[in-house]
């Protein structure tokens, strides 16, 4: 059910999705957007729209700590250990008006993006 839901929203909104890896990429992607959109609101005082972007924020962590794969080794528990982290910057960022919080969640996507990129190009040269 959980899935089909998860085709049905991407499907309404015209995104092919390839394959697993650039999905994980996209919600990087996405968090990156997310995030950059609370800081601007927390900046300009914006309560109800600073509470969407971090939530949106948010289920894309908690999203991704439901497709972790605890059998593939210790890298799915760092993850699990990482997002959880991130999601409570982001709760802390909500509370306080903390855009500082909000760079640190940007900077550890960067680092986890470049990482992924890193990693998807040495597979396919494989």
């Not at 309404?12 to 999905?23: A, D, F, H, T, V």
């Not at 250990?81 to 900077?107: R, S």
């Amino acid at each position: 059910m959980r899935s089909n839901l998860a085709y049905t929203a991407y499907s309404q909104n015209n995104i092919s999705i390839e394959s697993s890896e650039k999905l994980i990429k996209m919600l990087y992607e996405g968090i990156l957007k997310f995030t950059s959109q609370a800081k601007r609101y927390i900046e300009t005082n914006n309560i109800e729209k600073r509470v969407y972007w971090i939530n949106r924020t948010t289920a894309i962590f908690s999203e991704l700590l439901n497709s972790l794969n605890y059998d593939g080794g210790d890298i799915a528990h760092y993850l699990s250990g990482l997002y959880t982290h991130q999601i409570k910057l982001l709760t802390e960022a909500n509370m306080h008006n903390d855009t500082k919080k909000l760079d640190e969640v940007i900077n550890v996507t960067k680092i986890l993006l470049s990482s992924w990129n890193e990693e998807t190009a040495y597979d396919l040269e494989r």
